[in-house]
């Protein structure tokens, strides 16, 4: 079996702007996402670590690096999925953010999945 197959993990994400956690006025925009981790692969892994690149409209980059994710460090067998929700708080009405996260098979083997990047907008901002 390819080892792409054995360590194969599919990350989606959910965006929301939060409005009411939000002062414009102030450019604080709030955002909670919300990240599902799949493991599609044949090999329990467990999620270590996370890395993430938060970019303003403006062109800022903030970069957080933290081990696992709200609290947690999920192992998460063949087939199952893992779901949480966090936030994050941007200066423009519009960003973007991605990373990706540092896994651990049971096997001993180390690797990164990529969180593909996600759009962070205030409704109406982008046509």
Do not use: C
Request: net charge negative; proline share 5%; hydrophobic share 35%.
């Amino acid at each position: 079996m390819s080892e792409e197959k054995k360590y194969e993990i599919n990350v989606s994400v959910r965006t929301t702007y939060l409005p009411d956690q939000s002062d414009e006025a102030s450019d604080q925009h709030v955002f909670a996402y919300t990240i599902t981790i799949a493991n599609k692969g044949t090999v329990a892994s467990q999620l270590i670590s996370r890395h993430w690149v938060i970019t303003n409209g403006d062109g800022t980059v903030q970069e957080v690096r933290g081990l696992g994710v709200v609290g947690e460090q999920p192992l998460l067998k063949p087939g199952d999925t893992f779901e949480y929700t966090s936030g994050t708080v941007i200066s423009t009405a519009a960003g973007s953010m991605k990373g990706s996260y540092q896994m651990a098979a049971e096997d001993g083997v180390h690797f990164d999945v990529p969180i593909p990047e996600f759009i962070l907008t205030v409704p109406r901002v982008l046509h």
